[in-house]
């Protein structure tokens, strides 16, 4: 069964400043897709940022990056330019074809003025 | 015009009534998911359905039972409701089960409150 581990639980971080959550899971599968969601208090679940395992390169979108290492099994979100409206839960997800996506446990990230 | 609908949003109800949330997606998906968001905001996959057919049934009680009347609709019927059912039920969809590259799009949510 695949795992998703998130081990920060909270993380803070000044507005304008840049913050990475952590990220690792735990496959057999060699061919798979990751994904970072944002859920915000509205509890809106909304699709950050995708990656799939075959693409070598770190997908960016805006102020969002990752870090894939695809043999550490990491699959880190890095957020530049931290605003205020990035606080939320922030949940990373691991799917394989035929099978239901998996979340970690959340990091709660919080931007301050 | 929202993708994936659920309604209702809020639920409070007594312990031992049934209730039902019901979910529509207009996205033209194949593969429709339930999830259970817990107090401790973990997400756990409880039914999957594609194209109306059954394929994910995890250790979820016997009380919950969902129902697929057309791949568009995916509703879930909770029987002799209890406190631990509390919780924030998703709904999501994927293209089907097979294409999950683009993930799965939710719905806003049901916060269901058994007292």
């Known amino acids: 069964a695949q795992t998703v581990t998130q081990s920060q639980p909270e993380m803070s971080v000044q507005e304008a400043e840049t913050v990475t959550l952590s990220c690792t899971y735990d496959t057999s599968e060699n061919n798979y897709y990751l994904f970072w969601y944002k859920q915000p208090p509205s509890r809106q679940m909304i699709l950050v940022i995708r990656q799939e395992a075959y693409k070598q390169q770190n997908a960016t979108e805006n102020r969002f990056s990752v870090n894939f290492q695809k043999a550490a099994k990491s699959f880190s979100l890095k957020i530049s330019d931290s605003q205020l409206g990035d606080t939320a839960m922030y949940f990373c997800a691991f799917v394989h074809n035929n099978n239901d996506m998996r979340f970690g446990a959340g990091t709660r990230l919080t931007v301050k003025p | ?115």
């Open chain 2, 1 to 115: 015009d929202t993708a994936v609908s659920q309604t209702p949003k809020y639920l409070v109800t007594q312990m031992g009534n049934d209730k039902s949330i019901k979910c529509e997606q207009n996205l033209g998906h194949d593969t429709m998911y339930w999830y259970k968001q817990d107090s401790k905001k973990f997400l756990k996959i409880m039914f999957s359905y594609n194209n109306k057919e059954l394929i994910i049934n995890e250790t979820v009680p016997n009380r919950f039972s969902p129902k697929s009347p057309d791949k568009a609709h995916l509703n879930l019927h909770i029987n002799s409701l209890e406190l631990g059912d509390s919780a924030v039920y998703f709904c999501a969809s994927s293209q089907d089960h097979f294409r999950v590259y683009s993930g799965y799009t939710f719905g806003s949510g049901t916060r269901l409150t058994v007292v």
